[in-house]
């Protein structure tokens, strides 16, 4: 089955740098690579995702790319505020790329200080 | 006011008990999922359904167990074969598998004393 590690465990940066998560995955039919974000004590969000058919995606401050070949794919946040203080998390599509089961990484803590 | 709703929010459980947890959506979705989290070990699946009567094992199945008999209504049980019980657990719903975003519902954490 799939396997999606996620990198770094915790992140720590001052209010206004960059972040950049980092995720690679195991199974190369995965097509599908969503973002959620888990404040303290609240359910885990979509914040951005991306098809195989694209290399890179931004909403605002948030950017996901993609590399098919290397099989890894990253957040990046700039300029970041506290409000980006959070547990991400990378996931990728199932066996087959089935949309039906995801994959999660482990979690990367991003505490943002100001 | 659409969402996915889980009770009980907290649980606690003594060992050799059975418990279910309640997971009721009216977003109209097809597909329905189970995860747990512990800490450092990010969301594992435990059970999916993609449609009334059907379900999957996800990659921890093992002393859980489902059913889908309503499309709003996915319980999960956790069984007194389940060796370590004790954590967070997650339902969520999405669409179809044109639309890849998961809803969450805000969670049951279950503590087997």
């Known amino acids: 089955g799939e396997n999606v590690e996620q990198h770094p465990s915790t992140l720590s940066v001052q209010e206004g740098d960059s972040a950049v998560i980092k995720c690679t995955y195991s199974?190369?039919?995965?097509?599908?690579f969503p973002w959620y974000k888990q404040e303290l004590g609240k359910r885990p969000q979509l914040i951005i995702d991306?098809?195989?058919?694209?290399g890179e995606k931004k909403d605002q401050r948030i950017a996901v790319t993609l590399n098919k070949t290397a099989k890894h794919f990253s957040l990046h946040i700039t300029e970041t505020q506290p409000e980006d203080s959070a547990v991400y998390f990378c996931?990728?599509?199932?066996?087959?790329?089935?949309?039906?089961?995801?994959?999660f990484g482990k979690g990367t803590l991003l505490t943002v200080n100001p | 006011d659409g969402g996915i709703t889980q009770s009980p929010k907290y649980l606690f459980r003594k060992e050799g008990q059975n418990v279910t947890l309640s997971c009721e959506q009216n977003?109209?979705?097809?597909?329905m999922y189970w995860y747990r989290q512990d800490p450092g070990q990010g969301l594992r699946l435990i059970y999916y359904?993609?449609?009334?009567?059907?379900?999957q094992k996800g990659d921890i199945a093992e002393g859980y167990s489902v059913s889908r008999e309503k499309k709003e209504s996915f319980p999960l049980t956790v069984t007194s074969a389940q060796k370590n019980p004790t954590a967070f657990y997650l339902c969520?719903?999405?669409?179809?598998?044109?639309?890849?975003?998961?809803?969450f519902g805000e969670g049951s954490r279950l503590t087997v004393l």
């Open positions: 969520a719903s999405h669409r179809d598998r044109n639309t890849g975003e998961l809803f």
């Open positions: 991306i098809r195989s058919n694209v």
């Open positions: 359904s993609q449609i009334v009567n059907d379900f």
């Open positions: 996931a990728a599509s199932g066996s087959g790329g089935s949309n039906y089961k995801l994959t």
């Open positions: 199974d190369s039919a995965s097509n599908y």
């Open positions: 977003l109209n979705h097809d597909a």
